[in-house]
């Protein structure tokens, strides 16, 4: 409860989330930080999307995880898995999804395992890509690379790479929080941004000596010094009751949740350790509030997974986080979902926690497209490849004629290290003016 982070909060007793769906990837859940949002058909409904390397949908009336009761799909999306070496080919993850110009851009993380990986006990390289579907999410085209390391890819394998976010959306610009280590540093918390609505491969620049002026393929990647702890899997929501951006991570050895806050998305608090498990990992956490991960109020869920030192014994956590202003006395309800024997209607149960509050987020559909079997449960299926759908044109390509042309897929090896350049142009002068923003706006765009 540091006074740094401009607000005091307080944690609920923790959980265990049920696998309400039989979910064929709930033991090793949370792997990534968790999506969810406005389901694009279904008005009212929020779907949550449970990365891994394949992909399922659950549906609920509420963000909340607890409350979603009905999978979406039989079958995985985005499994991308294969024996051929390139950057995906241990999977990808999707982990953050928004509407933007008539479809839905997804972006995800991506693990090349390496041939050898059986032989070492399983490593991985690990990068970030974009993916666009034109039917509300049934279908995603190929993902395309946008931000890779700038340390070059070890022929031996090893652990490293730059993956591991989350995505967040503020006044049309991406920002991307992942997990990186520069040529000279660990690994820890960097920061990428596109002012492209598609976030196109080539439109991303990393935060490097104090502005957005590294090539997100290959560019040189600078830490968040003010966080003062080192860690991984960094998961980003704009609180709107302490209007502050919030941002979890843990750490690395001990592996404890952090948080910490900020007004502009670059300078950051000193970070907090909230969630101490003795001889436990804590790992993935992401705060779920009535906007989904985008957005929370002064009362919302913080999500981990909480595992032995040998990754064993995995549960799903949930348990409430209370946010105050200074000054305010530190008093509230707990939630019905920190009722251990909390159970959902079948279907969809009471309103959401927050209904008093204003949901920011557009309500309409994008596109089309309807699940032909849903919400029948089966195991896990044969590796297969997603269908192309069409590529948007590259980033900034002539688009008068319209539309977006289907174009070939590309060979997804890993692309030549590139030297760093800064940009030019109408970007070096937004790089530039980013540094001297002092206070935030509301989001203005979400998820599905």
Known sequence: MNNSLGFTYKLGEPTVVPDLTKNPVYACFPDAHITVGPHPEQAGRYRMVWG????????????????HTVRENEQPFLDLRCDHPCWHCGGTWLMGV??????????????????????????AWKSIGVTYSHDNGLTWSKPELIITSAVKRPEKPSWGGSGDFSVIKKDQQYFLFYCGGDIDSMSGVRIAT???????????????????????????????KELGVWGGNPSVTWNSYVQRWLLTWHSWEPFDVMLSSSTDLLHWAPAVRIVVEPDRKTWYPTIIGFGGDQECGQQARLYYSSMNQSFGDRKFIGRDIVFF?????????PSPYSDPNYKPQQGYPAPPMDISQPVSYPQHAYGGGQWQQPNQYGGYPQLQQCDLVGYPPPFNANTSQ???PAQPPQQHMYPPQQQPSKPTGPLAMMAGCLAAICCCGLLTDGLF
């Open 325 to 333: 202003k200074p000054g305010e006395p530190e008093q509230y309800t």
């Open 98 to 123: 928004f509407p933007s110009q008539g479809c839905l851009v997804g972006f995800v993380h991506g693990e090349d395992h390496y041939k050898e990986c059986c032989e070492t006990g399983g490593c």
């Open 194 to 224: 596109s002012s492209d609505p598609l976030g196109r491969p080539g439109s991303w620049f990393k935060w490097w000596e104090e502005s957005f002026s590294q090539p997100g393929l290959g560019g040189r990647e600078g830490e968040v």
């Open 52 to 67: 891994s390397n394949q992909n399922y949908y659950t549906v609920g009336p509420t963000p909340y995880v607890e409350d």
């Open 402 to 404: 319209g539309g977006y």
